[in-house]
């Protein structure tokens, strides 16, 4: 079969968008690894797939797969590239618009100038809910990778992260703790990790090493939870600009019982098609 494909980044978290509203398409795990492969294949952190809502009260259905083919239940640099996909190609003409994904309803906001806000909603700091094995506790959960014990704030935001705050980043540690606290034991459904340096209280510079994928240019969802995990312990203010590899998101939180407001762009790259 050919498939038709957009190729998108959101500051160079890069995904293949495919509109399943017009025509059914399915994936399996060894097509997603496949497709994901950037020598074998198009090449991606994320697919996005566009489907009709099954709720008639909402706008679309999207799911999204991570590099490995695991289906995950939020994205945020995904979630703004979607919002101008559909606006692109015509399958909409709002500008607000409500979406299902795994993780529920979230709402994207186009805004003038094509910047995207996403509701991300409600984050949630209990261990259960990401899942991750500790009695919960109010400071920071205390995890050994490899001979080192690292102090991280646990934070799901629909999907799992691990935050740790640095005094610097550095290349090796990003990689090689990334990857093992990813997989650590404590977390059954593995985790993001993300590697915080907080610069000022509405400030910080951050790198994630993404669940199913690797360290990406960007994590909109791991930067909404290193925001959330700052401000739970007191280190930053409701309204920070994350400084990412591929450039600058800004989230704000109210705080408890309140959503996550993630801004930032989205771009397309170009379109294509492949053999499936
Ligand atoms: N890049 C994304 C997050 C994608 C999912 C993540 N790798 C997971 O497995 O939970 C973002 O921008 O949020």
Request: with cysteine; aromatic share 8%; hydrophobic share 40%.
């Amino acid at each position: 079969m050919l498939l038709k494909f957009t190729k998108m980044h959101g500051l160079g978290n890069d995904f293949v968008v495919v509109d399943a509203v017009s025509r059914k398409v399915f994936f399996n795990k060894q097509q997603i690894e496949r497709l994901s492969d950037r020598n074998w294949g198009i090449g991606f952190d994320q697919l996005l797939v566009v489907e009709p809502p099954m709720n008639p009260d909402m706008d679309f259905r999207y799911r999204i797969y991570n590099s490995d083919g695991s289906e995950v239940e939020h994205c945020g640099n995904g979630a703004r590239c979607f919002a101008k996909f559909v606006l692109d190609r015509e399958l909409t003409n709002k500008r607000i618009i409500n979406v299902e994904t795994k993780r529920g309803a979230i709402q994207l906001r186009v805004l003038d100038g094509g910047l995207v806000t996403v509701d991300m909603g409600e984050p949630s700091f209990a261990p259960e809910d990401l899942p991750f094995t500790a009695e919960p506790c109010d400071g920071l959960y205390s995890v050994m990778a490899g001979d080192t014990e690292y102090f991280i704030t646990p934070v799901s935001v629909g999907n799992p992260h691990a935050v740790i705050k640095v005094d610097q980043l550095i290349d090796s540690e990003v990689a090689n703790i990334g990857a093992l606290i990813e997989c650590h034991e404590r977390f059954p459904r593995k985790v993001n990790v993300g590697f915080m340096q907080v610069v000022s209280p509405d400030e910080i510079n951050l790198r994630v090493f993404e669940r199913g994928v690797g360290e990406t240019q960007a994590c909109g969802t791991g930067a909404c939870a290193a925001v959330v995990a700052g401000i739970k312990q007191g280190w930053l203010s409701p309204k920070v600009t994350a400084h990412l590899r591929g450039g600058d998101l800004h989230i704000e939180w109210q705080g408890e019982g309140l959503p996550i407001l993630m801004t930032g762009p989205a771009e397309k790259v170009f379109e294509g098609q492949i053999y499936l």
